[in-house]
C-alpha cells in the first residue's frame, strides 16, 4: 500500500534524486539551525531569554530528553543532507527539514523569520507524518 505524503501540500517531501549533491551544499552553505524557547521546557545551551517558555498548543523538541544545540544542528544537517526537504519552499528555502535521530525519535524543522526552529513530531495527529518521514529515512 502507498501512503499518501501528507494532507498538508506544505509538509511534502522531496523525492529522491530531486536534490543534487550540489544543491545540499547549497542549502547546508546558507541555512540555519537556531532553534526556539517555544518548544523547549529544558534551556540546554541555546542561550534563549528567557531560556524556556512554552507554550501549550506547541510540539516540544525535549519533552523526552535534552537536545543540545549540537545535536539539534546535526540532526537539521542530516536532513539536508538525506534531502529530507520539503517541496514547498519560502523563497529560495525550503520550509521543512525532517529529521530521525538514534532512538527513532522524528524531528521537524521549520523554517522562521530568523532561522529554522525545530520540535519533535510526537502529538497523536502527527502519527500519519512521523510515519511517513521514517519510512522516507530508512529507505534514504
Known amino acids: 500500500m502507498i501512503h499518501r505524503q501528507s494532507n498538508n501540500p506544505k509538509r511534502r517531501i522531496e523525492p ?14 546558507v541555512l540555519l539551525y537556531v532553534g526556539s524557547a517555544l518548544h523547549k521546557q529544558k534551556p540546554s545551551n541555546y542561550g534563549f531569554h528567557p531560556p524556556v517558555n512554552p507554550r501549550a498548543h506547541k510540539s ?25 526537504v520539503s517541496i514547498y519552499r519560502q523563497g529560495d528555502f525550503p520550509k521543512y527539514v ?43
Open 16 to 29: 529522491v534524486g530531486s536534490l543534487t549533491e550540489k544543491d545540499k551544499e547549497s542549502l547546508l552553505a
Open 60 to 84: 516540544l523538541c525535549d519533552d523526552k530528553r535534552s537536545v543540545p544545540l549540537e545535536e539539534a544542528r546535526f540532526l537539521f544537517q542530516a536532513g539536508i543532507q538525506k534531502g529530507m
Open 98 to 140: 525532517w529529521s530521525v535521530d538514534g532512538q527513532g525519535e522524528v524531528y521537524e524543522a521549520k523554517l522562521g523569520s530568523d532561522g529554522f526552529h525545530g520540535y519533535r513530531l510526537n502529538q497523536e495527529n502527527e502519527a500519519a507524518m512521523r510515519y511517513i518521514v521514517l519510512q522516507e529515512w530508512n529507505a534514504r
